[in-house]
């Protein structure tokens, strides 16, 4: 039986409007909106399914990303939709999701840009600083939150029982060992394994939103 939404409240409906118009403002794409719910409630992908505190935590995560909220006309802070720009705020919500990132938030990313690359935001940023922010991205999801994050999927793979597909488990497990033993295994070569051990352990958001399409672009 599925669990029922939280009932309404005049709060509730308050920060629910708030989120929508962060949604419209931010111009989020809808599976970049869908992944800020997951990631700022700790699971929920549904403005309905969440609770107040939930909700309050969305939006403090968008007013990070620059929403406003406001009764005047200052305008928020627009996202870099450059598909190079997408990659790179991509790989900086993955870090986060790896637990590597402790604060996803635009202006974090622009600090991290600042630092990086010497521009404060990725608008400025050119072709060449872009590829130098995606490498450095991936040589630290590489330095140990990815291979992390392999191990432990790993073993909670292991020890799930046969009802999953016998056949499935044991070429997802064999793929993993086989990532091991390559001589210097890249971050395309972990990212496909994590996908992998997600996809057999039945993990929706991460693993099959587009931002996720993106990491690999």
Known sequence: MSKPAPAASGRRATLIKLIHVAKRELQLEEDTYRTLLHTASGGQTSTAAMNERQLQAVLEQAKRSGFVV?????KPRRLDRSPEGR???ALWLFLHHLA??????????????????GVDDLHWASHLQMNR????????????????????LERELAEQPDALSHA????????????????????????????ALNHV???????????????TE
Request: proline letters at 6%; charged letters at 25%.
């Open 168 to 195: 499935m488990k044991s070429s997802v497990l064999a793929q993993a060992a086989g990532l091991r033993r390559l001589p210097k295994p890249g971050y395309d070569a972990h990212l496909n394994v994590w996908r």
């Open 100 to 117: 590597a990132v402790r604060d996803p938030s635009e202006a974090a990313l622009a600090s991290y840009c600042k630092r990086i690359a």
């Open 201 to 215: 352990l039945g993990r929706p958001g991460w693993a099959s939103t587009a931002d996720m399409e993106a990491l």
């Open 133 to 152: 922010l995606t490498e450095t991205l991936k040589k630290w999801a590489l330095r140990d939150a990815l291979p992390h994050a392999i191990a432990a």
């Open 87 to 89: 990659k790179v705020r």
């Open 70 to 74: 406001r009764s005047g006309g200052v």
